[in-house]
Structures are given as C-alpha cells and as structure tokens.
C-alpha cells in the first residue's frame, strides 16, 4: 500500500490550500481515509476522516468549518481542501488508511503517507 500526500507549502494566513493524498495498492472505496497533522516534539493531531461511505464525515472540533474532507473513489484520492488558515495550521500534514477504523486514534490507522510540509506565515 502506497499513500502520496502532495500539495503542501508555504502560503500567508487567510490563503486556502488543498492537499490530496492519491492511494494504490489497496481497494480505496472500502477503506476509511484520514488526515492528520504533527508539529514537531508534538503527537501527531486527527485532522479529518471520511468513511468508505460518501458523506460520512469526522472533524477534529477546532477545525470544523474551515477544513472539508472529501475522496474521489475513481481517482483513488482524498483531499483535504483548507481554508482561512492561520499559522497555528502549520505543520506536517499526513494522510493515512484503515480498513474500518472510523475514530481520531493515529495509532489505530493502518497505513500512512509520507507527509506533506505546510506553512503558514503570519
């Protein structure tokens, strides 16, 4: 199982930026998919979840309404479109897969990305 995490980089606060996180090796429209972030000498932190199932959805409360989490089955990718970001959001955002694991438990994900940079300056 391969996760691809792009789209990161460096933008200024109040800018949005979408990552995606393209999967192979797996039957992507059974798995849940998973974002996460981590800060270094930081655990990593649930960002977003989307089940296999279209529309179910899972947001870490504080970033309710400025992230949506979205997948595209036929594409084999998710996405994590980011709004209104402010510097607090940077960090290494990480995609991540389970075969049915739907809670904000990194430890629970069975697969990972290599991560992406972002940055937001202030």
């Known amino acids: 199982v391969q996760l691809q995490a792009s789209g990161g980089g460096l933008v200024q606060a109040g800018d949005s930026l979408r990552l995606s996180c393209a999967a192979s090796g797996l039957t992507f429209s059974s798995y849940v998919m998973g974002w996460f972030r981590q800060t270094p000498g930081k655990e990593r932190e649930f960002v977003a979840s989307?089940?296999?199932?279209?529309?179910?959805?899972n947001y870490a409360d504080s970033l309710k309404g400025r992230f949506t989490i979205s997948r595209d089955n036929a594409k084999n990718t998710v996405y994590l479109q980011m709004s209104s970001l402010k510097p607090e959001d940077t960090a290494v955002y990480y995609c991540?897969?389970?075969?049915?694991?739907?809670?904000?438990?990194?430890?629970?994900?069975?697969?990972w990305g290599q991560g992406t940079q972002v940055t937001v300056s202030s």
């Open positions: 989307i089940s296999w199932r279209v529309g179910s959805t």
């Open positions: 991540a897969a389970d075969r049915v694991y739907t809670g904000r438990n990194s430890r629970e994900f069975d697969y």
